[in-house]
């Protein structure tokens, strides 16, 4: 996938992952990322986002934390290990330094989002609403790890939705990127849970997979969804020019599978 990606754009300013970048925070798995994206890693810069798999395990004397059924269970601050493979910015709240943080970049805001701790999702409300109102670029764009409208299989994810999604239509967010439910769907532009015109003020949202783990797509959205695909490795490109949005989603052999185009 990484390479197929930078076959396609050599010339991207740069990469943005929406979470679990490793499914266990351990040595051998950032090993492993990094040795198969080899040289690309060391000239792409990446904006990295924060998903359940990238939290630290509860320890106890010791040991990692299990449950009655032996599984290993997270807390809801990031691993120390990965902390240790990035440096990001750290313009963010406290609470969750170096994983809710925002960039300006060219006329467009992006603002990284940290969506693994649904007790505490309020805490980074008015740091975003803030980002939101004094935003002085024409474009902004949000990533995060749960979905607003969930694509994966049992899943739908109302503590982020309500945490957020009135600030997103208050302020006319015009593109979200998320991850996590292994699978894709791209909406519409919309509104208040609505399709909107495309003259009219509205969000893109978007959640995909590039990894080899995918999952069959639910239907509970469709009304709002433009594409929609389960069972299916992918990864976007979106380049701006002024007025014009273009957004393509391929798959892992560079097929194109979807687009669409946002002016302003």
Known sequence: MCLEAFKNTPDASFWLFAGDIVSEPEDEQYEELF???????????SIIVTGNHDIGYLMENGKIVRDKKGKKQRGNKVAEMWKEQFTLPENGIAEYNETSYSIDYQGVRFIIVNTNDEKDLSLQIPWLENLLKN???????????????????????DD???????????YGVDLVLTGHDHAYARSYKIKNGERVGEDESGTVYVVSVSGPKMYSVNSN???????????????????????????ESLTVTGELYDSFELKK
Do not use: C, E
């Not at 002085?136 to 049992?154: E, L, Q």
């Not at 982020?160 to 600030?167: M, S």
């Not at 959205?221 to 957004?247: D, E």
């Open 160 to 170: 982020t939705r309500n945490a957020f999604l009135p600030l997103f239509d208050k």
């Open 35 to 45: 040795y198969a994206g080899g040289f690309i890693f060391g000239t792409m810069p």
């Open 135 to 157: 935003n002085i670029n024409k474009w902004t764009v949000v990533a995060f790890h749960h979905p607003i409208y969930s694509a994966g299989r049992d899943r739908d994810d």
């Open 221 to 247: 959205y469709n009304h709002i969804m433009a594409k929609t695909g389960g069972n299916v490795q992918l990864f976007q490109t979106i380049s701006i020019n002024n007025n014009i949005l273009n957004y």
